[in-house]
């Protein structure tokens, strides 16, 4: 045999080694595949069942009603300073219960006015450490006014920058919501834009404590790097975590901001990116972000063919975050036993009976307009504040509320009437 044939068989030894590598790896993809769409057709949008991620004492109220904390620490958590952290512990010294990660704390604040006084205003902030004993810690953004807008800036974070500092007193309800990451082996997606990277870096830092070995990938959307949070802290976790992948977005970096690397980008967090990096796996998505980026983000996932029950969001306004899916078939069935006119509202306590009309929005709405005062913060289902108590008939909500209602109670905020009801504002 010559040394050309020998060659010859050399080469083609290769390309069939090749050639039966290649086509394992099909055949093993295309396995994955079919049992990911076997699994979506035969979930239904469902949940798998799983472990609970903490205690049950952890998925109820830990103390009813505000608790006062202290501000023990206040740290900027970008160079500009327009993003600080506050670490919280409680006034009594008790030990802190735990909490779900992703999951927020409401905030009474009396907040000075020009005029002397105080406006008492609630709010919500996502918790953005891991749970801990010792304190919690939430991570606030500044609100200018809009741009070209006559409208304030925003009350509550520009309250917390300016006025809250170290050793100030805070009125905290207990850890609450329904966005959280489920305690399961399964690989996760974190996607956080802005500051909704806030809940994300909660989850992440439980998942690398509790879970080292679970795969997470995460995805931060910003303008610019002067924007990241805990920039030091993401990258030093890939280092010591070989399972945890960061890629960090930015849709306008600044000249010598380094794109090319690995984990950086130059755009916005979006299908296409996590379709090239991503490998074939059953992932769980978490989203928290702007609503724009939800809409964009979250039907693109399932168009992707991603189950429903793999895609959970908290937006800057849920509501308008639509799903094209069969929980969405099944809400519009229940709400579709609202009358759409001629609904009469009693509010017992003001003494007023209103017809609620379609177009009248939320029964919150509708108390507001006609001189009714409600107590309301979020105005998103989140805090709890506009909790009434319904004497006789029945709502139906527009959304699911992260604040669980007492039994008999309602969220003004986000239901309106079923039928004829009394309520007791």
Not at 68 to 95: N, W
Not at 381 to 401: E, L, M, N
Request: a neutral charge.
């Amino acid at each position: 045999m010559t040394s050309l044939y020998l060659l010859l068989w050399i080469a083609g030894a290769i390309a069939l080694q090749i050639g039966l590598y290649l086509s394992l790896e099909f055949f093993r993809h295309w396995q994955e595949l079919r049992n990911l769409r076997k699994l979506a057709a035969g979930m239904g949008g469902a949940v798998l069942s799983q472990a609970p991620l903490a205690s049950p004492a952890a998925t109820t109220l830990a103390w009813t009603g505000l608790r006062t904390f202290l501000v023990e620490r206040k740290e900027a958590e970008d160079a500009a300073g327009q993003i600080c952290s506050f670490y919280l512990v409680p006034e009594d010294g008790k030990p802190l219960p735990s909490f779900l990660p992703g999951q927020f704390l409401t905030f009474r604040l009396d907040v000075p006015t020009p005029t002397g006084s105080t406006n008492t205003v609630t709010r919500c902030y996502s918790l953005s450490g891991a749970p801990h004993r010792n304190a919690y810690r939430i991570t606030i953004k500044r609100a200018p006014a809009p741009a070209g807008s006559a409208l304030a800036p925003g009350v509550s974070s520009n309250y917390f920058h300016d006025q809250v500092q170290v050793g100030s007193r805070l009125q905290v309800r207990a850890p609450s919501g329904h966005f959280h990451i489920e305690h399961s082996e399964a690989p996760v997606v974190l996607i956080g834009g802005g500051v909704g990277i806030t809940p994300m870096l909660s989850m992440l830092d439980w998942c690398v404590a509790e879970q080292p070995g679970r795969e997470v990938w995460l995805f931060y959307g910003v303008r610019d790097s002067t924007e990241l949070v805990q920039r030091a802290h993401l990258e030093s976790l890939t280092a010591l975590h070989p399972h945890f992948h960061l890629h960090l977005c930015l849709s306008a970096p600044q000249a010598g901001e380094g794109v090319h690397k690995d984990h950086l980008h130059h755009g916005r967090v979006d299908v296409a990116l996590l379709r090239r990096l991503l490998p074939l796996k059953p992932f769980h998505f978490y989203l928290c972000g702007p609503t724009p980026m939800l809409e964009s983000l979250v039907p693109a996932l399932e168009d992707w063919g991603v189950p429903d029950g793999r895609i959970h969001f908290e937006a800057f306004g849920p509501a308008s975050v639509k799903r094209r899916t069969a929980a969405t078939a099944l809400q519009a069935a229940a709400t579709a036993e609202v009358p759409e006119a001629g609904v009469m509202v009693t509010f017992a306590k003001s003494r007023k009976q209103l017809s609620w009309q379609t177009g009248s929005g939320s029964l919150l709405d509708l108390a507001e307009a006609n001189g009714i005062t409600v107590s309301s913060g979020c105005r998103a289902g989140s805090c709890g504040s506009c909790q009434t108590r319904i004497q006789s008939g029945a709502v139906a909500y527009s959304q699911s509320p992260d604040f669980d209602p007492e039994p008999g109670s309602c969220l003004l905020c986000v239901c309106t009437p079923k039928t004829a009801v009394t309520l007791e504002a």
